[in-house]
């Protein structure tokens, strides 16, 4: 399956057209008939054009002459000209052909296969150009959309460091100095007891922001326990019910990339269906399997729009783009589809242990 890409054949004589639509029709794509120039400009203006086959020899305006003010438009830069001609067969004609902006030029009689195979080349070549600009432009969107969401994040940080940590440490800084003015023992023991619950409480703050910069359990103990504990924390707090299933019992411990990776793109994926699935349950599985790791979340929401299943530029949000980008990097695949009910996440990357533990 593939985006099909616009391919324009103009000559005025219909009979030509419907021979070029009959050889060309198996490739599956658009094609679009013009019986003029004028017609072709109107077609090429409203629209994504990856091949032109042109005749040389047009009333009002000749094909060298048309090809000329294509090439003059911003828009039509990138579409591939080539030429058909009964008449202009000389090395002196297909030269002139190749300086109006064309890229290839056919002498009647056509041979079906070769102009098939032709065409293909260089629509193929437009889709493939296509497909990395928008590439291009959903890496920029998830560029400047981690920036804005690490700048969030870090404005975030910094009034939980100020407002709670900075007061809490300030209000036991006060009460420290009160202890050592104080003459009553009894008033005294009262101080360092509020004292030990400010510190006891800004430890907790601490910690609380130490886990959202990284998760120190992935450090301490592996994916699997991190992923536990923080699925049986996400419970307490929401009311979908979360089932996870790892498999083996001993799952391994992978490389520290890999491990933050699954874990950041569980995290995001819960997220999601929490915010926006209106699900019920959730299940969430994750096998080691002899030379893989397979990832798989499952609600029993709302679905998704098709436009997200399919990764559409402009359709998805930095959250989605941040799990694939993160799988992408460990070498895997990422599939995002309806499950009907619900949405299935689908991540499968190389297995990568830890050897030296």
């Not at 629209?47 to 040389?56: F, K, T």
């Not at 679905?303 to 299943?309: A, F, L, R, T």
């Not at 990097?329 to 990568?352: D, H, R, S, Y």
Request: charged fraction near 25%; hydrophobic fraction near 45%; include cysteine.
């Amino acid at each position: 399956m593939h985006d099909k890409v616009n391919i324009l054949m103009v000559d005025d004589q219909p009979s030509k057209l419907l021979t070029y639509e009959l050889m060309l029709n198996e490739l599956g794509e658009n094609l679009i008939k013009a019986h003029s120039a004028s017609e072709a400009l109107e077609h090429l203006l409203k629209m994504d054009i990856a091949v032109i086959l042109m005749d040389v020899s047009m009333p009002e305006v000749g094909g060298f002459e048309l090809a000329s003010m294509i090439r003059q438009h911003p828009r039509c830069q990138d579409a591939s000209i080539i030429f058909i001609s009964a008449v202009h067969l000389t090395d002196a004609d297909r030269l002139a052909g190749y300086e109006h902006g064309a890229v290839d030029y056919l002498s009647v009689p056509i041979v079906p296969e070769l102009l098939r195979a032709k065409v293909k080349v260089f629509a193929e070549l437009h889709r493939k150009t296509r497909q990395l600009a928008a590439l291009n432009r959903e890496m920029q969107d998830l560029s400047n959309g981690m920036i804005k969401l690490r700048d969030q994040e870090q404005r975030r940080i910094a009034r939980e460091l100020h407002d709670d940590l900075g007061q809490g440490l300030c209000a036991a800084k006060m009460m420290a100095e009160h202890i050592q003015g104080a003459s009553d023992l009894s008033v005294a023991k009262t101080k360092a007891s509020e004292m030990s619950h400010l510190i006891d409480e800004a430890i907790r703050q601490v910690r609380s922001v130490s886990h959202l910069l990284h998760p120190p359990l992935l450090d301490e103990i592996g994916l699997q326990p991190a992923l536990t504990a923080y699925v049986e924390g996400l419970m307490n707090r929401s009311a979908i019910k979360t089932v996870i299933e790892v498999h083996p019992a001993d799952f391994p411990r992978l490389i520290p990339d890999l491990e933050i990776a699954i874990y950041r793109v569980v995290q995001e994926a819960l997220t999601n269906v929490f915010r926006h699935s209106a699900a019920q349950s959730v299940r969430i599985a994750l096998k080691a399997e002899r030379d893989r790791v397979a990832l798989t979340v499952r609600d029993d929401g709302k679905g998704i729009p098709k436009q997200v299943e399919r990764f559409r530029s402009g359709s998805i949000g930095v959250g989605v783009s941040g799990m694939r980008q993160r799988i992408r990097e460990c070498g895997g695949e990422f599939k995002l589809q309806n499950a009907n009910p619900g949405t299935l996440l689908e991540a499968i990357v190389p297995l990568k242990v830890v050897t030296n533990r």
